[in-house]
């Protein structure tokens, strides 16, 4: 899993043919903090087919008023640069495998 800041935000979703998911939350996030280990155990069933990512809203306001991240946490899929889909709240490990899954074109074994 990657932690994603202004600096290399861009390299990862733009230069990637692999599609990134972003978890936009906060560190004083209650249900951001509850989902935190439900992301990563989705992030070792589906790397390295979907690459997971993080972004620290409090640290990086500019790129969450960017993508208008109006509540958090918020999980938003982008491929090649582009987003695809978002969904805001907290999901557990299952939730986020399903909706990956059914936004990409694979099925990961």
């Known amino acids: 899993m990657i932690e994603l800041n202004g600096a290399n935000f861009r390299r990862h979703i733009e230069r990637n043919d692999v599609p990134v998911v972003v978890d936009f939350w906060a560190p004083w996030c209650g249900p951001c903090q509850m989902m935190a280990p439900q992301f990563s155990q989705a992030a070792a ?12 809203t409090d640290a990086e306001a500019a790129l ?5 991240i109006r ?5 938003a899929l982008f491929k090649s640069g582009r987003e695809i889909n978002r969904r805001s709240g907290a999901m557990g490990t299952a939730d ?9 074109s694979f099925s990961a074994s």
């Open 45 to 56: 069933q589906l790397e390295p087919t979907v690459r997971l990512a993080k972004l620290n």
């Open 64 to 68: 969450a008023g960017e993508f208008n």
């Open 71 to 75: 509540s958090i946490p918020t999980l």
């Open 96 to 104: 986020i495998v399903n909706w990956v899954r059914s936004l990409t």
